[in-house]
């Protein structure tokens, strides 16, 4: 099986800050810097959408071992912009953003098994003064790791959102899904549930690769897009701690590019 584009997802409810008290100039790169793995692409695929209510919905494409902080900006329509923090939580592999995390996080606990992936973040109370933005920009807060100038810092430029901030509707949640060893390999094969509009489905699961020095165990990520009407798949999750289950979460996507994320979906475990 292709070990394709996983989805890791955030769930912003941090606060905003004007940016005007941010500097500008280190952000004016358009050209992503990172020099210890030249060919790993830049963040692109961006998409932003109205979810109502002023909530909104991002989503772009990264590739896989930077670590950066960033964030999003929301800009108005009077050419304001607000900073938007991602919500992180490292304990909840559904949520947490792996490959943007904050510096210091293990590599084996923190980091995908697969490369480049999508990442899906909610943010509540963007609208300023009753508004919605009109644009959204994706930022770095700081330089590439080691890989680029300790100045530097990458900015996508202006994200428009989808169909002029027309509110779109969030499409439901898988009802249910699986997971079950298949093999003394460590296959796991997973099934879930149908939703009438989804386009695709992204499976993540979670599985040990070892232990700590006193035992605890390391976790690691695997997933697949799989495009409906399919629904199920095989994922390895190798040999090691046969003492620890397995974890899964599943999302569904929509044509458009609109997920299914919620902070709240289920996750599922099996043992071996």
Same mark, same amino acid.
């Given at each position: 099986? =292709?070990?394709?584009?996983?989805?890791? +997802? #955030?769930?912003? +409810?941090?606060?905003?800050t004007v940016s005007s008290s941010l500097p500008i100039k280190p952000r004016q790169s358009t050209t992503w810097q990172y020099?210890? *793995?030249?060919?790993?692409?830049? @963040?692109?695929?961006? =998409?932003?959408?109205?979810? %109502?209510?002023?909530?909104a919905q991002l989503a772009f494409t990264k590739d896989r071992y930077v670590g950066v902080q960033w964030n999003f900006d929301a800009v108005y329509a009077d050419g304001s912009r607000v900073k938007h923090d991602p919500y992180?939580?490292?304990?909840? /592999? %559904?949520?947490?953003?792996?490959?943007?995390?904050?510096?210091?996080?293990?590599?084996?606990?923190?980091? @995908?098994?697969?490369?480049?992936?999508?990442?899906?973040?909610? /943010?509540?109370n963007v609208c300023k003064n009753g508004a919605a933005p009109v644009s959204q920009i994706f930022h770095?807060?700081? #330089?590439?790791?080691?890989?680029?100038?300790?100045?530097?810092?990458?900015?996508s430029g202006r994200i428009p959102v989808f169909n002029n901030g027309a509110v779109v509707t969030?499409?439901? =949640? @898988?009802?249910?899904?699986s997971l079950?060893?298949?093999?003394?390999?460590?296959?796991? *094969?997973?099934?879930?549930?149908?939703?009438?509009?989804?386009a695709a489905y992204s499976i993540i699961v979670q599985y040990p690769t070892g232990s700590?020095?006193? %035992?605890?165990?390391?976790?690691? *990520?695997? %997933?697949?897009r799989i495009q409906a009407p399919n629904l199920i798949t095989t994922i390895p999750t190798g040999t090691r701690r046969q003492d620890q289950p397995r974890s899964l979460i599943v999302? #569904?996507?929509?044509?458009?590019?609109?997920?299914?994320?919620?902070?709240?979906a289920r996750i599922v475990r099996a043992n071996w």
């Open positions: 099986m =292709k070990l394709a584009t996983i989805i890791t +997802l #955030a769930l912003s +409810l941090a606060t905003s020099t210890c *793995q030249p060919n790993y692409a830049a @963040p692109t695929n961006f =998409k932003a959408f109205s979810l %109502g209510g002023c909530a992180r939580d490292f304990n909840t /592999f %559904g949520v947490s953003d792996y490959f943007y995390p904050f510096l210091g996080n293990n590599f084996n606990t923190r980091f @995908p098994g697969s490369s480049a992936f999508t990442a899906v973040h909610e /943010f509540t770095t807060s700081s #330089a590439n790791s080691a890989c680029s100038a300790a100045s530097y810092r990458y900015t969030r499409l439901a =949640k @898988p009802a249910s899904y079950r060893r298949l093999n003394d390999a460590g296959d796991f *094969q997973v099934n879930w549930s149908a939703v009438s509009t989804a700590d020095e006193v %035992g605890n165990p390391y976790t690691n *990520q695997r %997933g697949a999302h #569904a996507v929509v044509s458009r590019g609109v997920w299914s994320f919620t902070n709240d």
